[in-house]
C-alpha cells in the first residue's frame, strides 16, 4: 500500500550564531497535512549551519554547547596550528573570519536527520528538542527541506491535489499575461533605424531587439 508524501520547506530567521528551536514548527506541519503515523525527514539546505537534538529545558546546556564549539573552531579566521607552532589563516574567507569555521562547524555536526512521528506528533524524549544551529556571526534566513511520509487525512490529499492544479492554472495565466506584457513591451522599444543612430553599426543590443521584435510580432 503506498504511502502518502509532502515535501514542503520550513523558513527560519536566525539572530547570529545559536540555537532555533524547531518543534512548534514541525509539529504544526504534521497537525496541517494530517500526518498521523509516519516519518519526517529534515535536511538543512546550507553549508554553515546545522541541525541537532538536545536538551530543551535548561539554557545552559546549550551555552556549554556553543561555548565548546567557539574553542574547537574559533571564528577568528585561522585554522589550528601547524607543524611549526603557528595558525595560518584560512584559504577560504570570501565573506569574513566566520566564513570557513561555519563551514568546519558543519561538517562535524549534521545537517540531516528522521524522525518518527506517532499520533500526529513528533516521537521525542521528555527533555528532547529540535534545533537549527546557526554558525554564523550574523543574522540569516535559513531554509529546511521537510519530508513528510506516512498516513495522511484523506481530506488533505484531496486538497492538495486541488491546490496542485489550481497552481498549475494560475502559473498558466500568469506566463500568458506576463508573455503579452512583454511582447507589448518590446513591439514599443523597437525602432528599426536604431543601427543608423549607432554610425551605421549594429551593436549587439540592435540585433537582441530586432530578434525580440521577430518573436513577439503577431503577423510572424
Known amino acids: 500500500m503506498a504511502m502518502d508524501q509532502l515535501l514542503m520547506q520550513l523558513e527560519i530567521n536566525t539572530h547570529g550564531p545559536g540555537f532555533t528551536r524547531l518543534n512548534e514548527q514541525l509539529n504544526q506541519r504534521i497537525h496541517d497535512c494530517g500526518l498521523s503515523k509516519g516519518v519526517v525527514h529534515l535536511t538543512c539546505l546550507h553549508t554553515s549551519c546545522s541541525l541537532t537534538i538536545n536538551e530543551n529545558a535548561d539554557p545552559r546546556v546549550l551555552e556549554d554547547l556553543a561555548a565548546w564549539m567557539n574553542a574547537v573552531v574559533p571564528q577568528d579566521g585561522s585554522g589550528p596550528s601547524g607543524p611549526d607552532g ?7 574567507d570570501d565573506e ?17 536527520m528522521s524522525l518518527s512521528v506517532d499520533s500526529g506528533r513528533l516521537l521525542l524524549g521528555t527533555w528532547q528538542a529540535v534545533y537549527l544551529w546557526e554558525h554564523r556571526s550574523s543574522p540569516h ?7 513528510l511520509i506516512g498516513d495522511m487525512a484523506n481530506d488533505f490529499s ?8 489550481a497552481r498549475s492554472t494560475t502559473a498558466a495565466l500568469m506566463a500568458r499575461r506576463n508573455g503579452t506584457r512583454l511582447n507589448d513591451v518590446v513591439q514599443a522599444r523597437h525602432v528599426p533605424e536604431a543601427w543608423a543612430q549607432d554610425g551605421g ?14 518573436i513577439s510580432d503577431p503577423s510572424q
Do not use: F, K, W
Open 86 to 92: 603557528n595558525r595560518r589563516r584560512y584559504l577560504h
Open 141 to 147: 534566513r535559513r531554509r529546511v527541506a521537510c519530508h
Open 201 to 214: 553599426v549594429d551593436t549587439e543590443l540592435d540585433l537582441l531587439i530586432d530578434r525580440l521584435h521577430d
Open 96 to 112: 569574513g573570519d566566520d566564513d570557513m569555521p561555519a563551514h568546519i562547524r558543519t561538517a562535524l555536526t549534521t545537517q540531516t
Open 158 to 165: 484531496e486538497r492538495s491535489q486541488l491546490s496542485a492544479a
